[in-house]
């Protein structure tokens, strides 16, 4: 036998034997979540509240303090990171795609107190990062706490948000930067446009119906919600139905 493969069937060997393999599975329950880690800002372990019919790919990442609404996709390599600012949300029926980051600065101080300047207020709770319902993260997109995404908004490819409030019905198209301002309702940011004051995030167009993205999210929504149920079913996760039931999704 190839003297490498001996090596690694030792150390794995020698890992079951000391009980590594059984704490690791303790701590995270599966590979790609996990606890955040004891800090001056946090004195315990948090893993993340994830829903039944929510889908995190294996070669995800989603660790502490962070929520999972109901049907969201987490697409391959996504980092969803809730051990530094915390709490993270995302809701309903939302989609985080490949390549995505969400993390945000610390939200509490080593004397346990809460770093104001670094939360978002939504419906009078706060969190680090805030994505809404059905709100759409493509492709390598990241949005850095403290910042909010609405619901029903789509922000595009390599977009960036920090330090930001983000409307509800809003577009980021590809490439956009959103630093230290808040984007109002039913507002488009164009291709690659940076918007870090707040007298051009008042300016941006109105989204009207010959605005070309202006249904694109409803489309990205409805294919990244099916994926979910679709991912779920070939695992054989059993999930909620529609009346709040559990059914069987494990294919035949």
């Known amino acids: 036998m190839n003297p490498m493969k001996i090596t690694v069937l030792l150390v794995l060997a020698a890992l079951l034997v000391t009980g590594c393999v059984d704490r690791v599975e303790t701590i995270y329950n599966k590979p790609n979540t996990g606890a955040s880690p004891i800090t001056p800002w946090s004195e315990e372990n948090k893993m993340p509240d994830i829903e039944l019919s929510a889908y995190i790919h294996p070669q995800a990442s989603v660790i502490g303090d962070v929520y999972v609404g109901r049907n969201v996709m987490v697409s391959p390599q996504a980092a969803v990171r809730g051990d530094e600012g915390a709490p993270i949300h995302i809701g309903n029926d ?7 980051a969400i993390h945000a600065l610390e939200t509490q101080d080593g004397e346990g107190k809460p770093v104001e300047n670094n939360l978002v207020e939504v419906d009078g709770k706060k969190y680090a990062v805030y994505i809404g319902e059905r709100a759409t993260l493509a492709h390598q997109s990241q949005v850095h706490g403290p910042a909010s995404i609405g619901d029903d908004t789509f922000v595009g490819m390599q977009a960036f948000v920090f330090k930001s409030k983000v409307g509800n019905k809003v577009v980021l ?5 959103i630093v230290g301002v ?3 309702d039913g507002r488009y940011v164009p291709l690659g446009m940076i918007v870090n004051n707040q007298s051009a995030a008042d300016a941006l167009p109105a989204i009207t119906e010959d605005y070309v993205f202006s249904h694109l999210n409803e489309g990205v929504v409805h294919v990244n919600t099916n994926l979910a149920r679709g991912y779920n079913k070939m695992s054989g996760k059993a999930v909620p139905s529609e009346s709040g039931e559990h059914e069987a999704t494990k294919s035949e």
Request: hydrophobic share 25%; aromatic share 0%.
């Open 182 to 184: 808040t984007i109002p």
């Open 173 to 177: 198209e590809p490439g956009a930067k």
């Open 94 to 100: 939302s989609n985080v795609q490949d390549g995505v």
